[in-house]
């Protein structure tokens, strides 16, 4: 391997603490190649909405030994490309930082005086498991909920997020909500969030979830003015929940019936970002009470739903959602494919051209002893643009000792592109990293 200088474009030092975790970017100020104009929030807007690059273009470069051309620039997945080298380039490498000093009993305010090589600070939640990846002018970290960026979610709510800040300014620009599972901590442990990094190519972003999802969005969010995703998603802003006043539950779903909004409920709706003024009509069809109001002198669609103790509601994601998560498809890999994980999901996936290649993680349960899904795939490739399953593969079968949350690796292997999996049996993997055929891969070594 060649010598070459390391450097981060935008590095980031997690501080965990017990209110909250803050992540501290440092900034060389002598590095050329940070001298590229960046987008800033007030430029997102404008910006044209970029396409993804066709297949052509999104091969790693090589050079004549068949190894990966490392530039200086961003830092898109997990170990930089997929050969995980974790070696970047650059010059003037600052070595030394201070953080300076955060407030936590003033939401964290961050005091630079005394701080080194410190270019902002941003808040995140209370763990932080996710690498940070910088792509395009944005930083991506997973984290769970205890920032409480949205206001539909405070920050006593447990989820897993995928933050985006503004590489520039550190500003928070959106945030993807992966709400926890039923099924609690056997396949979706408390405060752990999202524990793996994004992969981010062109205007395109794929993680893992924390609810055993692979997941893509589009980088710009909502602030291109397009919604990339399917049509009608309509995502929870609050829960009602009867025993915490049982006399304002009844009379909530009593007041939908006649076809309005207690007064209870307006003020939830306030809470949660949404102010209605005046009375909508609700109207109700089957098991939902549906609505459609101004708020913020824009049309916005709600439904309300009552399942045991909880009414909820929902609202429906527009581009108006500045801060919310621009959704093009999800993949479930615990309904589709049958997968168990242990506790968490967590892979940082990567690609060979449009196939992605991702570790489900599934595992053994809470007894450390069973395992439910024997057949459940352990690895698989999807395509990156449609999450269509090429191929799956459960070579660890009934020997997985207790989780896989390895992360994959692809490159040319004496002219060969392989994929390389390691297995929660204690054994490395390696498949032909294509299509494979008839939904299966070819097996290497």
Same mark, same amino acid.
């Given at each position: ?44 807007? @404008? ?6 690059? &066709? ?19 961003? =830092? ?13 380039? $650059? ?12 407030? !936590? !009993? ?17 808040? /995140? ?40 800040? &503004? ?5 928070? /620009? ?14 979706? =442990? ?10 981010? @190519? %062109? ?6 979830? +924390? ?19 399917? *049509?009608?998603?309509? +995502? ?7 025993? $915490?006043?049982?006399? $304002? ?6 007041? /939908?019936? *006649? ?25 109700? #069809? #089957? ?11 824009? @049309?916005?669609?709600?439904?309300? +739903?009552?399942?045991?103790?909880? /009414? ?11 801060? #919310?998560?621009?959704?093009? =498809? ?23 051209? &449009? ?50 949350? +390895? ?8 002219? @060969? ?18 299509? %494979? ?7 290497? =070594?």
């Amino acid at each position: 391997m060649k010598s070459m200088k390391p450097f981060f474009t935008v590095f980031c030092s997690l501080a965990l603490g017990s209110l909250a975790t803050t992540a501290f970017s440092a900034y060389n100020f002598n590095a050329p190649i940070l001298e590229q104009d960046q987008p800033t929030l007030s430029t997102l807007e @404008e910006s044209s909405h970029k396409e993804t690059p &066709d297949k052509s273009t999104q091969q790693i470069e090589l050079d004549e030994q068949g190894d990966p051309v490392i530039k200086a620039g961003d =830092w898109p997945q997990w170990g930089g490309t997929s050969y995980r080298n974790n070696v970047p380039v $650059a010059v003037n490498v600052p070595i030394e930082w201070d953080p300076g000093s955060v407030d !936590r !009993r003033n939401d964290g305010k961050w005091n630079p005086e005394g701080s080194k090589n410190i270019k902002w600070v941003a808040r /995140l939640g209370s763990q932080s498991y996710g690498n940070p990846v910088v792509s395009n002018g944005k930083v991506y970290v997973g984290t769970n909920n205890a920032a409480g960026y949205l206001k539909r979610y405070p920050g006593m709510i447990d989820l897993g997020c995928l933050v985006c800040f &503004d590489e520039k300014t550190g500003e928070f /620009l959106w945030q993807h909500s992966s709400e926890k599972l039923s099924s609690g901590r056997v396949h979706d =442990w408390p405060l752990q969030g999202i524990c793996s990094a994004p992969l981010v @190519e %062109g205007n395109r972003l794929w993680f893992v979830g +924390s609810r055993g999802e692979v997941i893509c969005c589009d980088t710009n969010g909502h602030y291109d003015g397009k919604d990339d995703g399917e *049509e009608n998603t309509f +995502s929870r802003l609050f829960d009602m929940v009867k025993d $915490a006043d049982p006399e $304002a539950h009844t009379g909530a779903i009593a007041g /939908l019936d *006649e076809g309005k909004l207690t007064d209870k409920l307006v003020a939830l709706f306030d809470k949660a970002g949404m102010p209605i003024s005046g009375q909508p009509t609700v109207t109700k #069809e #089957e098991n939902k009470w549906l609505f459609s109001t101004t708020v913020h002198d824009k @049309e916005r669609s709600f439904y309300l +739903s009552s399942a045991g103790p909880k /009414l909820s509601a929902f609202f429906l994601i527009t581009t108006e959602d500045k801060h #919310e998560a621009d959704t093009v =498809w999800t993949f479930n890999m615990m309904r589709e494919l049958g997968v168990s994980q242990h506790n968490m999901a967590s892979c940082s996936m990567t690609n060979w051209g &449009d196939i992605l290649f991702v570790n489900t993680s599934n595992g053994l349960d809470e007894s450390h002893v069973n395992l439910p899904a024997p057949n459940a795939p352990s690895f698989i490739a999807m395509n990156k643009n449609t999450g269509e399953v090429y191929w799956t593969d459960k070579s660890p079968g009934a020997n997985i000792l207790h989780g896989q949350w +390895s992360s994959p690796t692809v490159g040319l292997i004496e002219g @060969e592109p392989q994929v390389i999996f390691a297995g929660g049996d204690g054994w490395v993997y390696s498949f032909a990293a294509d299509e %494979g055929k008839d939904g299966n891969p070819e097996l290497l =070594w």
